[in-house]
């Protein structure tokens, strides 16, 4: 007799047969479907571009030459900012330096300029009377022509994230530097196919055995794909999908690419407010150097670090970091990754961290008009994603003169003046440095505080130069071949012209009238009368052309006025008409911008020195030689005070009320304009001697010009001729003050003093 | 570039200062396969003028740039234009008084189609170049033919 099975024993309902499989199967579909979604994100953004690069802009490189004048603080200064290590002895990688008795040892880093890489060099430099008089390659004593400590990092252009990041090619990194990371984060990396059970196991029972977690259970991959696709929620759901996203990885794609990105993708820590991203830029900002060149025990620090950057930061706890190095390279010593010597040897290594000493906000104006410069071609949105590398003329010493002397002097110029100070942090400067070889701007600081105002008064005011415009009108008086020269005289006595139906009458600024002058006498004095007189004479559209030939873009118009500089210039133009005098009549276009490369290492941006011969080198001589007795005689006189002992010349200026207070000096080498004023047009009661002129000495001596004396080279037409300095003729034995006085050949005085007498021989000398 | 190949292998024409003594005869300006024109090129030194005229020269600068135009030729000779422009910029840079620097500096740009660009460091070589006039010619010949 059948008996009756107990409910528990029956079959299952027939509604229960189909609804399982029916579930697994939709379930199976939906992990299907799930799968496919996930594929497809991991493609998509694997495939594309990978990372938002930011772009980086550098300042020029450093040219170390034999015969160049070398600062022994400047150039220490310059090799700590990037991040040298001084040794004692000697140097043995790349990133040291050592000083030795009347030498440099300098082993300089690998660094690819946009023209090709130049491999890290040791390189002896041998000093003499400040300058170098001999550099050798430190191994060979092979002697070099030229060496360049590379660029430093002015700015860095981010994107929202703020990640600092330089991608290499994982055939770049060194072995031991990848052999460290994987001993550390995933032993077993070659042999799981993205998920590694075996270490879930072993990292659950040593978390157990612990009571808490001291070991993760993720792989290399899964901790890309947790960086690179998804977030740092800890969810079940997040875990399965980490884990199907690391499958699907591994099933697309190679261990190699795999590792890659991963070393590229890492965070590293903080360096302020970005975040240090990759094995690159780790290397950069820990060593100050490329991973490249990292040793074992640096490349057992950097793997280190991954697990806890904060924790293991060597610079703040370096203990720790030393006892989690030790556990790297005890773990690759166990995996037989390296030799027992080689393990010795990491483990006695120094932890040597060389922080990079960057000052990336040292020029903050330079960069925003280097940016404004690119914008055309490269909006802001693109220089933060595409990696560009935009090499400048920026000299980072030069700048960090002029950025200190700006600071301090206006800062100073508050102490000094009550009145200043009452409208405390208001008064502004601004400072350009050019070198008029080449156009380079050398140093451009647009405001005493960045922060505070971010107009750049370097290169966006509009201001008026008052006296120092009157240059030009000299200049152009020199155009006419024997009509004018320094020796010849002008009245400096008030006059009267009518210009657009108005009387206009110039005044003198102290209102003293000096009679019959040289024009020697009234520019070095900066005389309005005599200047304005002469400008008439020699027509004011020809003055106009002459600045704009020079290098004054802004619009001239042809006033009385014009030859005392009342119009406004940006005091970048100015300082580049004044680049035209400084290099004998041959004008240099400006250039902020070398080249830019792109992330792929394509040039995609080149810039050249651009020069055309403007205006005669004979006329310009006259100029510049009459501008050097603006510091012994004439209106800057008080340079000599304040500490200047070099040659140069310059002009001061200072605009109706005292709205302006400007300098510009310049020898054969350098242009330097400073400008003092407010923004609202107030007047700063201070003439440009007592305003700008402090400024400019105190950045000539700080960048180290302070002392130097380059002569400005003379035509082969010019010659020296004995005059009297009343009449402008042929001195005599009669005469009771003489000077040599320069001319154009075939221009100079024929007859004697007309005043003092005649003798029978005037004497020349060419 | 035959004409190049001959300057550089004679050691760089412009190496030297010029040193005094008799004049010699400037070869013709033609260029040929063989390079004679090249090798009179070369031989187009003036000597008939005193070096103490060219501040610069002899001056541990000066080497220093030279070295580095002789780097630039080396490139100029293997097509190198690019290269051979950064080195020749960097010799002006390193002794802005050299000639010879933006001499060369001007032909590579001429080599490279870019006359514009060329016109004004010709005229800047002309300038630099009066202590020695087979040089200056050569820069002011030069410069006529980009214009």
Known sequence: MARRLPPSLRRPPRWVLVAVPVTLFLALLGLAAWVVVLERQVTSKWEGRKWSLPSRVYSDAYLVYPGRRLDAEDFEARLRRLGYLEQAGGVDDPGEYAREEGEWLVYLHAFHYPDGANPPLPIRIRMGGGRVSALTHARSRESLASAALEPEVIGVIFDQHMEDRTPVDLEEIPAHVVDAILAVEDARFYAHPGIDPIRIVGAALANLRAVQTVQGGSTITQQLVKNYYLTAERTYQRKVKEALMAAILEFKYSKRDILEAYVNEIYFGQRGASSIMGIEEAAQHYFGKSVREIDLAEAATLAGLIRDPRRYNPAQSPESTQERRDLVLKLMHDQERITDDQYARARGARLAVRRRDARVNDAPYFVDYVLRELADRYPRQLLQSRGLRIFTTLDMGEQIAAREALTKGVAHLEEGYPRLAKRKGDLEGAVVVLDPQTGFVRAMVGGRDYQESQFNRAEQARRQPGSTFKPFVYLTAFLTPGRWSPATTIDDEPFEVISGGQTWSPENYDRTYHGTVSLRNALSQSMNVATSRLALSVGLDRVSRTAKEAGIDSRLRPLPSLALGAFEVTPLELASAYATLANGGIRTQPLSILAAVDDGGEVVQHREVKMDRVLPADAVYLVNDMLQDVFDSGTARRARNLGYGGHAAGKTGTTNDTRDAWFVGYTTELVALVWVGYDDNSPIGLHGDRAALPIWVEFMKGSGYGDRSPDFPAPRNIVLVEVDPETGELATPGCPVTRFEVFVEGTEPQRECSLHGHSDDGWWIF | ?147
């Open chain 2, 1 to 147: 570039m035959a004409l190049l190949a001959v300057v550089v292998a004679c050691g760089g024409a412009d190496r030297e200062p010029p040193r005094t003594g008799p004049e010699r005869r400037s070869a013709p300006e033609e260029r040929t396969e063989d390079g004679s024109a090249a090798e009179a090129e070369a031989r187009e030194i003036s000597t008939d003028t005193a070096i103490a005229d060219d501040a610069g020269a002899g001056t541990p600068e000066r080497e220093a740039s030279q070295q580095v135009v002789e780097e630039g030729k080396g490139y100029l000779i293997t097509g190198r234009t690019p290269e051979a422009e950064r080195r020749f910029e960097r010799a002006t840079r390193i002794d802005p008084t050299n000639g010879f620097a933006f001499y060369w500096l001007g032909r590579s740009r001429v080599e490279a189609g870019d006359s514009a660009a060329a016109a004004g460091v010709l005229e800047k070589a002309e300038s630099l170049l009066g202590p020695y006039p087979e040089w200056r010619d050569r820069a002011a010949r030069l410069l006529a033919s980009v214009r």
